[in-house]
């Protein structure tokens, strides 16, 4: 029982004498911050939207929320269409 208590103990006094030794040393090595080497940020929310600049972004991007057809000659929603109905032909035909 007193092995339990003295490794405690033990354990206890590295873990203060540790902390106080970090402490001590990062007071040191690190330079002092002062409230003056921070600039103040000033900002406002406005209601209006800019136009996004045109080099920036890309209006002819792929939008990622668009359905896709592979195989389509132009990729119009017609064609997505005729394919689907020739996928559902060919698979009753299969049966």
């Known amino acids: 029982m007193k092995t339990a208590q003295f490794d405690l103990a033990t354990a206890v006094l590295m873990v203060v004498v ?35 600049d045109e080099e920036i972004f890309n209006t002819k991007a792929i939008n990622p929320t668009v359905e896709v057809c592979v195989g389509c000659s132009n990729g119009n929603e017609a064609d997505l269409e005729d394919n689907l109905e020739d996928d559902i032909e060919d698979s009753e035909g299969e049966e």
Request: hydrophobic fraction near 45%; proline fraction near 6%; glycine fraction near 6%.
């Open 18 to 52: 540790g902390g106080a030794f970090a402490f001590i040393l990062c007071n040191l090595l690190l330079p002092k911050i002062s409230d003056e080497s921070f600039s103040k940020l000033e900002y406002s929310v406005e209601s209006s939207v800019a136009t996004p």
